[in-house]
């Protein structure tokens, strides 16, 4: 009997036919409505349980100085490249620069006072010969990261350069632009070890006052890693795609009924709805992946 009912009601919120006026009921204005409400009463729970809980609805990352490095050694030595040294200047240096980015809540290599990236080499005296940066933010984990920068013709060459000999990293979590957000700042280098030999870097240092340096905690050092029982940012793209997926392919038997009965409809347009709903499934998975700079 259970099954027969479930049965029934599944073909009445799918299938058009009398007991619906030959419409989804999933369609009608009040079950988007409800659908709608639901939505919200969600989302509304799981930002206060991310609040209050974290530790049970949080953001899973697991991203780290040691993974950073291990991954793009890895690149490097399938490129014929020699491996680099983590140098301990250089994290200093970058997690100055990632500080100052939550500070003064940008998202670039400049900062808006005009700030550039070798101001933070300058203030750990790095004299470097050869100098690079590579940004990223909201990504997961280490190799989600390097992946990321190797796909990119101008991250991958400072990936790949021989110029370098050292990187350090900064894992930073904070908020940019109200928003929770893990920087991660990869700073490459070359230092000038010949005493009276001048850089040749084609991207000099202005004269400027310099920022105070952000002391580096351990967290800095140990990066960021997050483990809670369930991924919020995974459950919500999780839901977010299942509701829309149930939406089209409702349209979808909505629009084959109509075809098979040759039916005349003041509403209609399933076509351009389930272009839009699959349009916002695409720019939810984009939106859930990471950013390179």
Known sequence: MMVRDMI???????????????????????????????????????????????????????????????TTNQK?????????????????????????MFVKDYWAHNAPDGTTPWTFFQLIDYNYIYAGENLAKNFNDSEGVVNAWMASTSHRENMLSARYDEVGFAVVNGKLSNEETTLVVEFFGKEQTLQGQAPTTGASVPPEILPTPAPVTQSLVAGVTNTPLIDSTALTKKVSIFILAILILAFILDMIYIERQKLVRLVGHNIDHILFLAGAILFIIVLGKGVIL
């Open 76 to 100: 490097r030595t399938e490129n014929g490249l020699a491996p680099l040294a983590l140098s301990g200047k250089l994290s200093s240096a970058a997690s100055s620069k990632a500080q100052d």
């Open 8 to 70: 029934s009601f599944l073909r009445h919120l799918f299938i058009p036919h009398d007991s619906n006026n030959y419409r989804s009921k999933l369609l009608h204005h009040k079950s988007l409505f409800v659908l709608f409400l639901l939505v919200v009463i969600f989302s509304s729970f799981t930002i206060s349980l991310r609040q209050s809980a974290p530790q049970v609805l949080g953001v899973a990352t697991n991203i780290t100085p040691q993974d950073l490095l291990l």
